[in-house]
């Protein structure tokens, strides 16, 4: 296989993370964790990591998906030489065969004459992933998630790493478009793997719950404090790629406002919500990038 180090970011991790690593590990030789400023009451599982042969960075405070990726890959990178880098979050299993199977697609992409700046598996948890329709025979993605994602060290000398003013929320949207505005298109690999994302709640409107029959309605949220972001970066990722892409920009607010509406209406913790899309919102227009210490 070709060099490939993983990259995986962890906070407050639990003793699954053992079970990612020691997977990767199967598969890579090298596998950077990146401990996002989880504190103290971690070393056990950080350290069984290490045992396990991961290399461990901790960071002193909580810096974001993006800083933390971007410490991971400059790590990764000094350490050994490397012509990949696997993005992967604390809770994504890997299955097997995964790592080969995105490094396969990015060699056949290059052999048919399609530079890939990312390499995206086709599915995730069964779900068929965004395309983007196909170039001599290659199948392209849109906007692929970070946890899972194959980067070619080329794209990252051609494009540089993740950007970090983002915190969390739309940081892989960013770097996709970059990288495809830079001629660099998302390949996709028949390959898939397990991710959640969000939180599954019971709906309710005005304290009653809601059914279909006998089962409860449930509503997928994030953390009121993740809509700061989400409405912030929103707002700071449109303002940069609006001019090539206003479709994306129209319909990536359409759909944060829908979604807003949505949970507002049926899901508890409307309150703390909405004031923390307000507040990414005047932040975005302003410009405001970073952490956000109230959100």
Known sequence: MERVAAVVTAFRPTPHLLDNVTSLLRQLTTVVVVDDGSGPGFDAVLDAVTGAG??????????????????????????TPVDYIVTVDQDSLLTAEYVQRLVEAAGAAESAGVTPGLVSPARIHGNPVKTAGSKSGIQLGREPIQSGLLIPVSTLDAIGNFWDGLFIDLVDTEYYFRALDAGLPTVLADAEFDHSLGTLVDADILGKGISFGERPLKVRIAASWRYYYIFRNRILV????????PGWVASGVL?????????????????????????????????????????
Request: hydrophobic content about 40%; overall charge positive.
């Open 54 to 79: 991961g290399k461990v960075l901790r960071l002193e405070s909580n810096s974001g998906i993006a800083s933390a990726l971007n410490a991971g890959i400059d790590l990764a990178r000094s350490s």
């Open 238 to 245: 449109s303002r940069r790629y609006v001019k090539e892409h």
């Open 255 to 295: 759909l944060d406002l829908r979604h807003l509406l949505f949970v507002t209406m049926l899901a508890p913790g409307r309150a703390a919500r909405l004031r923390s899309a307000l507040r990414g919102t005047i932040d975005g227009l302003r410009g405001k990038s970073g952490k956000s210490h109230t959100a």
